[in-house]
């Protein structure tokens, strides 16, 4: 009995060390996000220019997402390391849009590759393409350091001209042309505050994937899915897809008000859409795996599992702040 009983105490008493372990931590993590500033606004000097790679010395300033759009489209790329993957996306992508410009003269583009910080010849690969269809189709934006996927797309988003901005991934692993899918969506589902997102999904190849992976991959994915609906949105099947639409008005709303700048920033950007009762789509479109991810397994896990605890915690308590204007 006595033994029962010590070792009863002794789980209990464990329990206490785990929770209080928890709790201290989570009181670091909040605490922190008093001191931490807004994810940031200010760029580095360089940043706010591109260049045209036919002109010498040539540095141009990037406009404002606050500005009236000029274009119908902007494509946003976040890259980090592709030299070898971007040429298949950019070569996709490029012939969509010529193609569908041939069709309809009206209709203007650009791309904007946001090169994240790259250790690689990203930035150069990238110019080939601004130097063979011009600066007003294809610009470039070098960042000094690595931001994060999230941070790359936010300062993109800053950067564009189109009355529609879409992100889309730099490994070309979803179908660019499934972009018309987003657009009809988006077209039904237009709103008098001009408010609206739509988001590409892959859930429907789901019971595929699981086919595929290792049982450790699967729960993690499992895992991280519970986690997105328990914590931060819910009625998404796919937060995680990198293709994704927007709006102007709902772009600069939302991006400027982003607190996430890595892998969970989709997350960040879906809850203050739900937070603002934005109008969100969701359409299932063609994907396939692209060797090469930037994900390091378990790691990149676990950096997203705990972003999706700030968001649920910074958001809630009013630590980070959720403004309806711009910044």
């Known amino acids: 009995m006595e033994t029962i009983l010590g070792v009863s105490l002794l789980s209990i008493l464990l329990l206490l060390v785990f929770l209080a372990v928890i709790g201290l931590v989570l009181v670091i993590l909040i605490v922190r996000a008093t001191t931490d500033p807004n994810p940031d606004l200010h760029r580095h000097e360089n940043e706010k220019y591109f260049t045209d790679p036919k002109k010498k010395d040539s540095k141009i300033l990037f406009p404002n997402i606050s500005d009236p759009p000029s274009i119908d489209l902007s494509v946003i790329v976040p890259a980090y390391n592709e030299e070898e993957r971007l040429p298949p996306m950019m070569d996709e992508a490029l012939q969509y849009l010529e193609e569908r410009q041939k069709k309809n003269r009206s209709f203007s583009y650009e791309i904007i590759v946001v090169d994240d910080g790259s250790k690689d010849n990203t930035t150069s690969t990238a110019l080939k393409y601004c130097e063979k269809y011009g600066v007003d189709n294809v610009r470039v934006l070098t960042l000094k350091e690595n931001r994060g996927k999230g941070g790359a797309v936010r300062l993109g988003m800053f950067s564009a001209r189109g009355r529609l901005l879409l992100f889309a991934d730099a490994d070309g692993a979803s179908k660019f042309s499934d972009l018309d899918k987003l657009e009809a969506e988006l077209n039904k589902m237009k709103t008098e505050d001009n408010l609206v997102v739509v988001c590409g999904s892959r859930a429907h190849l789901e019971d595929k994937a699981i086919a595929e992976r290792s049982m450790f991959r699967t729960f993690l994915m499992k895992g991280f899915h519970f986690l997105v609906w328990f914590l931060c949105v819910r009625g998404i099947n796919d937060t995680q897809c990198g293709f994704k639409l927007l709006t102007r008005p709902a772009a600069e709303l939302l991006f400027n008000n982003l607190h996430v700048n890595r892998w969970a920033f989709d997350v960040d950007m879906l809850y ?56």
């Open 272 to 327: 203050l859409a739900q937070s603002f009762k934005i109008t969100i789509g969701e359409v299932a479109i063609t994907w396939q795996e692209i060797e090469g991810t930037k994900m390091v397994p378990v790691w990149s896990w676990l950096q997203m599992g705990r972003d999706l605890l700030l968001i649920s915690i910074r958001y809630s308590l009013g630590f980070w702040k959720i403004s309806s204007k711009s910044l």
